[in-house]
C-alpha cells in the first residue's frame, strides 16, 4: 500500500492533466469486470478521477477511486452455470445474443433502480470522459448524453458482431469467424455459409429487437426526450478490446479500436506453500485443470469426472483441480482438488506443463502469456472461437466435452505434453508478449490520448456515417451494371443492325 500512495504522489507532479472518467460496467459477471478493473485503478493511480458503476465495488477502497454499485448483496448475479445445459447444440450459438439480452435486460433493471445510482445522478457531476463495457446491452450509455462526454468502449471478449458498425470497422465473413460460432479463419463452403447468415441473423436482432428495449429502458428512468442511443453510440472515439493478433486470429482493424490483450495479467506472485511444494515436489511435471468462475464443480457429470480420473491415474504427471466440492469421490493420489486456485501464478511456474480448460479468454491469454499448452473444452459463448483459434496458432487442442473418454483425454493430455508441442507454446507466448509497451499501458496511454483530444473524432473512418448501400457500393455496382448493360445493348442492336444490312444486301444480290 505505502509504494501505491508514492506513485500516486508522484503522479500529481508528472501526469501534466488529471481528468474525470465515469466508467460504466452494467454486466453482472465477474469475468468481465476482472478486465476492466487493472485499467480503471491504473488510471487512479495516475491521478485521473474515476467513478466505476458496477455489481462489484473494490474490496479496499484507494484514492481517486469511487464505486457506485449497482444492486446490493441480494443480487443475482452471474456467477454459476450449469455445464449440462451447455452440451454444444448448435442452436445455442445462433440464439446466444438473445441469451445474453435476457441478461442485460434484468441487469438494466437492476442498475436504474439502485438507489446508490440514483444518489450519483443527482449530483449533476461532469466528465471528461466515459468508459463502457460493448457488450451485450446498450442501455446504460444513455448517461453518455446526460454528461455529454466523449466514450470509449472496452471488450473483455472478441468484437460482437454488431459492434463493428460504431467503428466502420470491416467484419468479412469470407475470414472473420462469428465469435459465436466455433469457426477459425479458414471457412469451408458451407462454413462461410453458415457465418454469413449468422452474422445478418445476430445484426438484425440486436439492431432491431436488443437495442430498442435497451432504449425503452433508458428513456423509462432518464426521461422520454432521450435521444436515439444509436446517435450516441455511433460516436464513439474508441474500442479498447482484449484481443491480440498473434492469439485471436489477424484482421484488419480501423484506428479507432485497440489491441490490449492480457490486459489484466498483473505481475507473478509467490505461491501459497502446500502449492508450491506439490508444484516443486512433482518430478514429471503439473497440469492444472480449472472450468473457470462460473462452471462449478457440482455441476460437472459425474460420468465424466470418472473419465477424467481414469486419465489422470495413468499418467506421471501430478494433477491441480479447481474444484468447489470439499471432496471428489474416487480422486487417485496424483490429484489436488482446492476451491480457489492463483490460477496466473500456478500457470506461470516452470513446472506446469499443461493446462486443461474451457477456453474462456482470461484463461486462454493466461496460458498464452506463460506459454503453457492447453487442452480446451469449450462450453458457451466466444469460447469455441477462442478455443479454434488457440489450436490454429499451435497453443491447444480441442476435446469436446461430450466426447470425453478415458482414452481421449489421455491422448489429448499426450499431444501437448509432448516436447514438440511445449516448443510450439512457447514460440507462441514469445509473439505474444513482443510488444512496443505492455497492454494495460498501451490502454491507459490510448485513453488519455482522447480525453486530450477531445474526443479525438479525427481517427473516426467515413464509413461510420455511411449508408449501407454505399458502404456496400450497391450504388456505384448498380451503376456499373446498368452502363455495362447499355453498352452491351448497344453493341447486340449495333452489330445485328450491321449483319442485317450484310445479309439484306447478300439476298438482294441473290435474287438479281
Given at each position: 500500500m505505502c509504494l501505491k500512495f508514492i506513485i500516486l504522489f508522484l503522479n500529481f507532479f508528472f501526469v501534466a492533466d488529471s481528468y474525470k472518467i465515469l466508467a460504466l460496467f452494467p454486466h453482472p459477471g465477474k469475468s468481465h469486470v476482472d478486465v476492466f478493473l487493472p485499467l480503471t485503478k491504473a488510471l487512479a493511480l495516475r491521478?485521473?478521477?474515476?467513478?466505476?458503476?458496477?455489481?462489484?465495488?473494490?474490496?479496499?477502497?484507494?484514492?481517486?477511486?469511487?464505486?457506485?454499485r449497482l444492486g446490493d448483496d441480494t443480487t443475482p448475479l452471474v456467477n454459476i452455470l450449469d455445464i449440462?445445459?451447455?452440451?454444444?447444440?448448435?442452436?445455442?450459438?445462433?440464439?446466444?445474443?438473445?441469451?445474453?439480452?435476457?441478461?442485460?435486460?434484468?441487469?438494466?433493471?437492476?442498475?436504474?433502480?439502485?438507489?446508490?445510482l440514483r444518489d450519483f445522478l443527482k449530483r449533476?457531476?461532469?466528465?471528461?470522459?466515459?468508459?463502457?463495457?460493448?457488450?451485450?446491452?446498450?442501455?446504460?450509455?444513455?448517461?453518455?448524453?446526460?454528461?455529454?462526454?466523449?466514450?470509449?468502449?472496452?471488450?473483455?471478449?472478441?468484437?460482437?458482431?454488431?459492434?463493428?458498425?460504431?467503428?466502420?470497422?470491416?467484419?468479412?465473413?469470407?475470414?472473420?469467424?462469428?465469435?459465436?460460432?466455433?469457426?477459425?479463419?479458414e471457412l469451408s463452403f458451407f462454413e462461410r455459409i453458415e457465418n454469413l447468415l449468422v452474422g445478418l441473423v445476430h445484426q438484425v436482432f440486436f439492431t432491431?429487437?436488443?437495442?430498442?428495449?435497451?432504449?425503452?429502458?433508458?428513456?423509462?428512468?432518464?426521461?422520454?426526450?432521450?435521444?436515439?442511443?444509436?446517435?450516441?453510440?455511433?460516436?464513439?472515439?474508441?474500442?479498447?478490446v482484449n484481443t491480440h493478433f498473434s492469439l485471436n486470429l489477424p484482421r484488419p482493424l480501423v484506428p479507432g479500436i485497440v489491441e490490449v490483450g492480457g490486459i489484466h495479467i498483473n505481475k507473478i506472485k509467490t505461491l501459497?506453500?502446500?502449492?508450491?511444494?506439490?508444484?516443486?515436489e512433482s518430478t514429471h511435471g503439473v497440469i492444472y485443470f480449472s472450468l473457470g468462475s462460473m462452471i462449478k464443480g457440482h455441476t460437472f457429470p459425474d460420468e465424466k469426472r470418472s473419465e477424467f480420473l481414469k486419465a489422470f491415474g495413468r499418467l506421471p504427471q501430478r494433477v491441480l483441480w479447481k474444484w468447489e466440492n470439499e471432496t471428489m469421490s474416487g480422486k487417485p493420489d496424483n490429484v489436488m482438488i482446492q476451491k480457489w486456485m492463483p490460477q496466473l501464478d500456478i500457470l506461470c511456474h516452470p513446472n506446469v506443463k499443461a493446462f486443461i480448460s474451457h477456453g474462456g479468454l482470461l484463461g486462454t491469454t493466461e496460458a498464452v502469456h506463460c506459454g503453457v499448452p492447453v487442452v480446451v473444452m469449450p462450453q458457451y459463448g466466444d469460447q469455441f472461437t477462442n478455443a479454434r483459434a488457440l489450436e490454429a496458432n499451435g497453443g491447444g487442442v480441442i476435446l469436446h466435452l461430450s466426447e470425453a473418454t478415458e482414452e481421449k483425454i489421455h491422448d489429448a493430455l499426450r499431444t501437448i505434453l509432448d516436447p514438440?508441442?511445449?516448443?510450439?507454446?512457447?514460440?507462441?507466448?514469445?509473439?505474444?508478449?513482443?510488444?512496443?509497451?505492455?497492454?494495460?499501458?498501451?490502454?491507459?496511454?490510448?485513453?488519455?490520448?482522447?480525453?486530450?483530444?477531445?474526443?479525438?473524432?479525427?481517427?473516426?473512418?467515413?464509413?461510420?456515417?455511411?449508408?449501407?448501400?454505399?458502404?456496400?457500393?450497391?450504388?456505384?455496382?448498380?451503376?456499373?451494371?446498368?452502363?455495362?448493360g447499355l453498352v452491351f445493348a448497344l453493341f447486340f442492336y449495333v452489330t445485328r443492325a450491321v449483319f442485317r444490312k450484310l445479309f439484306t444486301k447478300r439476298d438482294k444480290q441473290k435474287t438479281n
Open positions: 491521478g485521473h478521477e474515476i467513478t466505476v458503476v458496477s455489481h462489484f465495488p473494490l474490496p479496499t477502497p484507494i484514492p481517486k477511486y469511487t464505486d457506485v449440462d445445459n451447455y452440451q454444444e447444440r448448435r442452436v445455442r450459438k445462433w440464439l446466444e445474443p438473445y441469451l445474453l439480452h435476457q441478461i442485460a435486460q434484468h441487469s438494466c433493471e437492476i442498475g436504474y433502480q439502485s438507489k446508490s449533476n457531476e461532469a466528465f471528461d470522459l466515459i468508459i463502457a463495457e460493448f457488450f451485450n446491452s446498450n442501455c446504460l450509455l444513455g448517461l453518455v448524453h446526460k454528461f455529454k462526454a466523449p466514450l470509449i468502449g472496452i471488450s473483455s471478449s472478441t468484437i460482437m458482431h454488431w459492434i463493428n458498425e460504431r467503428f466502420g470497422n470491416p467484419s468479412h465473413p469470407a475470414y472473420i469467424p462469428n465469435n459465436l460460432m466455433d469457426f477459425s479463419d432491431y429487437y436488443a437495442s430498442r428495449n435497451d432504449e425503452q429502458i433508458a428513456r423509462k428512468y432518464l426521461g422520454e426526450d432521450l435521444p436515439l442511443i444509436k446517435n450516441v453510440i455511433m460516436n464513439s472515439s474508441l474500442l479498447l501459497p506453500k502446500d502449492l508450491e511444494k506439490w508444484i516443486n514438440q508441442f511445449q516448443k510450439q507454446a512457447k514460440e507462441l507466448s514469445a509473439r505474444f508478449r513482443d510488444r512496443p509497451l505492455p497492454p494495460l499501458e498501451t490502454a491507459i496511454y490510448w485513453v488519455e490520448y482522447v480525453a486530450r483530444h477531445r474526443g479525438a473524432h479525427h481517427m473516426r473512418t467515413a464509413a461510420v456515417d455511411m449508408p449501407l448501400y454505399k458502404y456496400l457500393l450497391l450504388d456505384v455496382i448498380a451503376f456499373l451494371l446498368l452502363v455495362a
